[in-house]
């Protein structure tokens, strides 16, 4: 089945931007439904961002026109772009997929497909 190695986390001061990326292996994800989500310590898995393969986008409040979620279908790779980043950013960030329609983009539930993380740490 399909694999995802997301990449591109850093360490990076408050304000500055980082791109993510999530590299799928395994199979083409035409049709997929792809989602980022990110987990603090402590903290449950909270919806970021999502991009379905008809071009739809959602974000969620706390990052909405902060981040910006893409695709490139030649490379398989979806991204996530974070500008003017806050300390409350700081998470691991997770890549997940899913094979065709979902209308609850924001459920963890929702996703077959999850890959391992990546850390972003924003210092203040």
Partial sequence: QVQLVESGGAQVQAGGSLRLSCAASGGS?????????????????EFVAALSWSGRKKYADSVMGRFTVSRDNAKNTVYLQLTSLKPEDTAVYYCAGRRGYSSRWYERDEYEYWGQGTQVTVSS
């Fill in 29 to 45: 994800f035409s049709g997929y439904l792809m989602g980022w989500f990110r987990q603090a310590p402590g903290q449950e898995r």
